[in-house]
């Protein structure tokens, strides 16, 4: 209903969406900083659920933190050295491709 009624408009679709877009551009780089951050804690909190159980969905969990964590510190020291231009969008996919698949696996995995 909502779509059709943005549709029916002469305002586009995605017009509704540019306040967030130039929020996310003028913030980019706290943004960017903000999520590094909270990828290492939850990395550090994966890695230390691992430690204390020994269990194969923990070290899923902890593999695909450690993975978002490479992601976003890499991310960040590409704004610095090439503003954007090294982490391609293919090179993210794969991460996160990995990533999914380790959360996959450690969501569905039964421990023994």
Avoid: C
């Amino acid at each position: 209903m909502i779509g059709t009624v943005l549709l029916a408009s002469d305002i586009p679709v995605w017009d509704v969406l540019r306040p967030l877009v130039q929020f996310s551009e003028q913030y980019s780089f706290f943004i960017n900083i903000i999520v590094l951050l909270l990828a290492l804690v939850l990395l550090a909190i994966a890695a230390k659920a691992y430690t204390k159980h020994k269990s194969n969905r923990f070290l899923f969990l902890t593999v695909a933190f450690a993975l978002f964590s490479v992601k976003w510190i890499i991310k960040v020291i590409d704004l610095f050295y090439s503003p954007g231009f090294f982490f391609s969008s293919p090179v993210e996919t794969v991460f996160e491709l990995v990533i999914f698949a380790m959360l996959f696996l450690a969501l569905l995995r039964r421990d023994k």
